[in-house]
């Protein structure tokens, strides 16, 4: 099988050779290891060394010359219009399998045509919306647990009721004054704070794209990253290095749209489904959502802007959501204290009087 998935012909594909020599050859070592593994089992027991070591000495000897000298001879000796004239076929396949792999139209580009991807820039810019939207609770890299009280009960977080729950969550953090302190009753303990960890643990077999894009829907911030059916396992097809990892299949599957301050993700199905995307939403309908059009015309890239262009901190509308966001504020401007950082204290101190200083609805 790791013939198929990268063989010796140009640019890894399975060729003439693979197909005519080196897969019956690995068929032939295979039954031969056997054998020769029965024989040296008897004649190690019967103290037969010298037979063992002829036995193993064979094995290798064959093995380096059907799988290394032999190929190489085979393709210095036959002319090169011969082998291209062998390999189109087997050309003509991979191409087949590639389109089939990436659902790809018209020309196949070869991996080494691809320029690297560049993701400086838009990580630049999901790390300035992070820092300007700094009431989220939900942010591209965000860590660490934060308590918030939620009394309409928007924010997809567990509760903290008393009892055992509250111990086993004290005892997950290693934080056991969590069980000893006051907290309210609508209090919600939000421990995935991070963009991809919650986009992960909900559709953990989708590979997530290189960028998480913020998007706007009024005045509120959600987070966007597109998922993907990824393997490289899949044969006879072209690899290419994407979102970080080399791959022999990716097919574009869904959409996850993050809210940044409640934390809850919607999965939004790709209008062309691979057969791996299938399977997965039939297994667990209830994850994904219908009318990612009408979704798609109600955001927009493009952040709030007032009167002079700049940009305003995303204002909460609920009692629930501006204690949510102050008390990330708070929480990060400790951290910041705590670590010495005294530019993000001092940028989160004024995103923090920008919000209480704004009327809420």
Request: glycine share 8%.
């Given at each position: 099988?790791?013939?198929?998935?990268?063989?010796?012909?140009?640019?890894?594909?399975?060729?003439?050779?693979?197909?005519?020599?080196?897969?019956?050859?690995?068929?032939?070592?295979?039954?031969?290891?056997?054998?020769?593994?029965?024989?040296?089992?008897?004649?190690?027991?019967?103290?037969?060394?010298?037979?063992?070591?002829?036995?193993?000495?064979?094995?290798?000897?064959?093995?380096?010359?059907?799988?290394?000298?032999?190929?190489?001879?085979?393709?210095?000796?036959?002319?090169?219009?011969?082998?291209?004239?062998?390999?189109?076929?087997?050309?003509?396949?991979?191409?087949?399998?590639?389109?089939?792999?990436?659902?790809?139209?018209?020309?196949?580009?070869?991996?080494?045509?691809?320029?690297?991807?560049?993701?400086?820039?838009?990580?630049?810019?999901?790390?300035?919306?992070?820092?300007?939207?700094?009431?989220?609770?939900?942010?591209?890299?965000?860590?660490?647990?934060?308590?918030?009280?939620?009394?309409?009960?928007?924010?997809?977080?567990?509760?903290?009721?008393?009892?055992?729950?509250?111990?086993?969550?004290?005892?997950?953090?290693?934080?056991?004054?969590?069980?000893?302190?006051?907290?309210?009753?609508?209090?919600?303990?939000?421990?995935?704070?991070?963009?991809?960890?919650?986009?992960?643990?909900?559709?953990?077999?989708?590979?997530?794209?290189?960028?998480?894009?913020?998007?706007?829907?009024?005045?509120?911030?959600?987070?966007?990253?597109?998922?993907?059916?990824?393997?490289?396992?899949?044969?006879?097809?072209?690899?290419?290095?994407?979102?970080?990892?080399?791959?022999?299949?990716?097919?574009?599957?869904?959409?996850?749209?993050?809210?940044?301050?409640?934390?809850?993700?919607?999965?939004?199905?790709?209008?062309?489904?691979?057969?791996?995307?299938?399977?997965?939403?039939?297994?667990?309908?209830?994850?994904?959502?219908?009318?990612?059009?009408?979704w798609q015309g109600e955001l927009s890239s493009?952040?709030?802007?007032?009167?002079?262009?700049?940009?305003?901190?995303?204002?909460?509308?609920?009692?629930?959501?501006?204690?949510?966001?102050?008390?990330?504020?708070?929480?990060?401007?400790?951290?910041?204290?705590?670590?010495?950082?005294?530019?993000?204290?001092?940028?989160?101190?004024?995103?923090?009087?920008?919000?209480?200083?704004?009327?809420?609805?």
């Amino acid at each position: 099988y790791a013939l198929l998935l990268r063989g010796s012909g140009p640019s890894g594909a399975f060729s003439y050779v693979d197909h005519r020599w080196l897969a019956p050859t690995y068929l032939f070592l295979a039954i031969g290891t056997t054998a020769a593994a029965g024989l040296i089992l008897l004649a190690g027991w019967s103290g037969q060394l010298k037979t063992s070591f002829l036995a193993v000495t064979a094995v290798l000897v064959i093995s380096v010359s059907c799988l290394k000298v032999l190929p190489f001879l085979l393709r210095q000796t036959a002319p090169a219009a011969l082998q291209r004239l062998r390999n189109v076929p087997y050309l003509q396949t991979r191409d087949a399998f590639t389109r089939r792999a990436y659902g790809m139209e018209g020309r196949i580009v070869p991996a080494e045509e691809i320029p690297p991807p560049r993701t400086s820039t838009d990580s630049a810019v999901s790390n300035a919306i992070a820092a300007r939207y700094d009431g989220s609770l939900v942010y591209p890299g965000a860590s660490g647990a934060v308590i918030v009280g939620d009394s309409l009960d928007v924010i997809a977080a567990p509760g903290l009721p008393r009892g055992v729950r509250r111990l086993a969550h004290a005892w997950s953090q290693q934080d056991m004054s969590l069980v000893s302190g006051d907290l309210p009753r609508n209090a919600k303990l939000v421990g995935t704070r991070d963009v991809r960890a919650r986009v992960r643990a909900v559709a953990p077999i989708f590979a997530q794209g290189s960028y998480a894009a913020p998007l706007f829907r009024g005045d509120t911030l959600y987070w966007s990253i597109e998922l993907y059916s990824a393997s490289n396992f899949y044969p006879l097809s072209a690899h290419y290095r994407i979102a970080g990892a080399e791959r022999a299949y990716f097919r574009h599957a869904a959409t996850a749209v993050v809210h940044s301050v409640t934390g809850r993700t919607t999965l939004f199905p790709a209008d062309m489904l691979d057969p791996v995307a299938k399977a997965w939403i039939s297994r667990y309908p209830g994850l994904f959502a219908s009318g990612a059009a009408s979704w798609q015309g109600e955001l927009s890239s493009a952040p709030p802007s007032d009167i002079d262009g700049t940009v305003q901190p995303q204002m909460p509308s609920t009692d629930s959501t501006f204690r949510a966001r102050t008390t990330a504020l708070y929480n990060r401007m400790r951290a910041a204290l705590a670590s010495g950082d005294l530019g993000t204290f001092g940028a989160t101190f004024d995103t923090l009087g920008m919000l209480v200083s704004q009327p809420r609805q």
